[in-house]
């Protein structure tokens, strides 16, 4: 393919994101500098259709299936456009500062949201520079984020998308209307939003979907006990867990509390040590099971979810160290 058709089915998505990546990535010399300059006035231009279609959406926010998926999938493609903006503006601009502002929009932490704007203002072209500040304010500062006047139906949205974005995404939303498919796709997004698996595509989610086993425990049941054997991890789809460090079993005073979208015994299945503490289901629950090998698998194909784990973990150390300094 020269590079003339390549450039062309670049800016048109007919080219997979992770070839793009690859492309816009490479330091091969694929385009030139106006072409790289056009493709990336392209990208924003997308970039800001797909913000303003999900602003739009949002001024009548439901909480269907069809608006949660497409809600998320708007999101995600957002993120890729503007993720593509990006490493083709590094290939015309200072490099560094555009791998700083690249890496705070993976990493889903708005702490760092400083230095991603104060990289892009020292970029040269600043028309460009400028667009994707704006877009990348609204979505790294959410607080100042305001719904779109002009609001347009649900059915609006699908079919826009239906023309314009990658057939998995249009996979994704004919399938959101098959009643087969329902189950799973709530599974798939319940797996998209939580804290262990946020941070992967959901085309990646929708196979990790796909081999977990869903269990169900009533009020008073304990899911595992201190010095149980650890060969799963949890993640909640509805209900209630107390954690409890004490192994008195009728002892329940709880060291967290936790609800839809978080998970827990996963550090017994890392380290392969017994369970440390207690798990107390204190409204019915449901739950998402993942056994030990689906757990190291997982990791070694996806290492983000260890970094999720590791934001987390370093999380509570510093939750018990202040808890420590005022007991002190």
Not at 229 to 245: A, E, F, N, P, R
Request: net charge negative; aromatic share 6%.
């Amino acid at each position: 393919m020269g590079a003339g058709h390549l450039f062309e089915n670049l800016i048109n998505d007919r080219v997979p994101f992770s070839a793009q990546q690859i492309i816009l990535d490479s330091s091969e010399p694929f385009f030139s500098k106006d072409e790289i300059k056009s493709l990336v006035e392209n990208r924003v231009n997308k970039a800001s259709k797909l913000h303003t279609l999900q602003q739009q959406i949002e001024s009548h926010a439901d909480e269907s299936l069809q608006y949660r998926l497409l809600s998320t999938l708007l999101e995600e493609q957002f993120r890729q456009s503007l993720d593509t903006c990006l490493a083709g503006l590094s290939l015309i601009e200072n490099q560094k500062g555009i791998n700083i502002v690249r890496a705070v929009l993976h990493s889903h932490d708005r702490q760092y949201s400083g230095l991603a704007f104060e990289a892009l203002k020292n970029l040269n072209h600043t028309a460009i520079s400028g667009s994707i500040l704006k877009l990348l304010t609204s979505l790294l500062d959410p607080s100042g984020k305001q719904r779109h006047q002009n609001a347009i139906s649900l059915d609006e949205a699908i079919n826009w998308c239906m023309h314009n974005c990658s057939p998995w995404v249009k996979q994704c939303l004919s399938q959101a209307q098959d009643s087969n498919m329902i189950d799973f796709l709530e599974k798939t997004l319940l797996l998209k939003h939580s804290r262990l698996f946020g941070d992967i595509d959901t085309e990646d989610i929708q196979s990790i979907a796909e081999i977990l086993v869903e269990d169900f425990y009533q009020e008073g049941d304990r899911i595992f006990d201190i010095g149980d054997t650890s060969d799963q991890c949890y993640i909640i789809q509805s209900g209630k867990i107390g954690i409890s460090l004490h192994e008195a079993q009728d002892k329940k005073e709880f060291v967290a509390i936790l609800e839809k979208g978080d998970y827990f015994g996963e550090m017994g299945i890392l380290d392969n040590n017994l369970r440390s503490a207690t798990a107390h289901v204190i409204e019915d629950v449901q739950l998402i099971s993942i056994s030990r090998v689906q757990f190291q698998n997982i990791i070694q194909q996806h290492p983000e979810v260890a970094v999720s784990m590791l934001t987390r973990m370093n999380s509570i150390i510093r939750t018990l160290n202040n808890k420590l300094a005022l007991a002190t």
